[in-house]
């Protein structure tokens, strides 16, 4: 399948199961509109520390629950999208219950991961730091290396990242065979799978910005007529939650959708081929 078929399979798969909109934004509660994230601060002025320390744990939060979130969601989710793409039946009491058979080694390769990603990008972050602190003009020389090379770091990392978990749960593998097995796989399809994730994040991109833009008019009014306070914000970040639930969350699903179906289409159906490594288990 190329990246057109792709695209299609998971608009139907995500269009057909109306339940994984909803999870789809649980895995990532982001608002249309204006952000709930207030940092009013500007060169020359008195930092507000109160209000910095809010936004850090606000952020901080809303990071653990995306984190518990995908770790209990995802497995289900990976689960609903191949039993949907081999026309299997697809329950949502179901996926969850089986996906739960997953949990602790899914947890074991997010943590993994998670420590993988942070110790590379501090890796990739200290030259800029250094730069920093010794001169504006050697940062601004070293960030225009480093900058790009960030960036295709982040590209590897996570859609290797999509493979090995789609390993763990498709292919039921170990932790560690998982991560192996989706850095395999990403070599093995390096450039479609560079240009799945441009394209998914350009898609992405131009549904989400313009709405944010269009939904701001229509919250400004609303806060006008509701006047100042809790009131005022309920009904401001009310009718931001009701519009981003159904476009967060089907751009949530849909993403994962994409993966799955990718990984089903190039590594299960097209059977196993030699540019695929062994999982490290067969190699000791």
Known sequence: ?????????????????????????????????????KFNYLPGEEIPWEQLLAVVLLAGFIGVVMFIASILINPALILAALRAQRNQPVTVGGCFRDGSEYFVRYLLLALTWLGISLAVVIMLVIPLLIAAVIHLLLLIVVALFFVPVLIAVAVVIYVVGCFSYRSLVVENLPVLDALQRGYALFKSRLWPSVGL????????????VPLTFLVLIPQQILTQLAGEGTPALLVKYGFSLLISIPVYGYLGAWNSNLWTVAYEAWFVEAGPNDTQAPVMTELL
């Open 1 to 37: 399948m190329n990246i057109g078929d792709l695209l299609r399979a998971a608009f139907l798969v995500t269009w057909r199961h109306k339940w994984m909109w909803l999870v789809g934004f649980l895995l990532s509660p982001q608002l249309l509109g204006e952000s709930i994230y």
């Open 197 to 208: 994730a441009v394209v998914a994040l350009l898609i992405t991109l131009a549904i989400s």
